[in-house]
C-alpha cells in the first residue's frame, strides 16, 4: 500500500514539473513576443513622428504658398484698379531690354 502512494506521489510530482516546464516554455515564448511587438511598436511610433513631421512641413508650405498667392491676387487687383500709367509700368514686359546675344 505504502508503495503504491509513493508512486501516485511520484506520478504526481512528474505531472507538476512537465506542467511547470511547459508553463515555463510558454512564458518565455511570451517574453519573446512582447520583446518583438516592444520593438515594433517603437518603430511605428519613429514612422509616426517621421510622418507628422512632413505633415506639418507640407502644412506650412501650403501655408505660404497660399499666402504667397493671396498677395499675388492683391498686388493684382491694386494694378488693374490703378489708372493707367505710362510705358513705364512694372508689369510692361515691353518697357524691358531685349536679354543680350547669347554666345
Known amino acids: 500500500m505504502e508503495k503504491e502512494e509513493l508512486e501516485k506521489k ?4 512528474e505531472d507538476k514539473i512537465r506542467h511547470l516546464k511547459e508553463t515555463e516554455d510558454q512564458n518565455r515564448l511570451l517574453r519573446a513576443q512582447v520583446q ?5 511598436k517603437s518603430r511605428l511610433e519613429t514612422k509616426i513622428s517621421s510622418l507628422r513631421q512632413e505633415r506639418e512641413g507640407r502644412h506650412r508650405k501650403f501655408v505660404v504658398e497660399q499666402e504667397t498667392a493671396v498677395r499675388a491676387v492683391a498686388i493684382a487687383n491694386r494694378v488693374q484698379q490703378s489708372p493707367s500709367t505710362p510705358t513705364t509700368s512694372n508689369t510692361n514686359l515691353d518697357n524691358f531690354p531685349p536679354p543680350p546675344p547669347t554666345v
Not at 511520484?10 to 510530482?13: G, S
Not at 518583438?36 to 515594433?40: A, E, K, R, V, W
Request: hydrophobic share 45%; no cysteine; net charge positive.
Open 10 to 13: 511520484v506520478v504526481h510530482k
Open 36 to 40: 518583438s511587438l516592444t520593438l515594433n
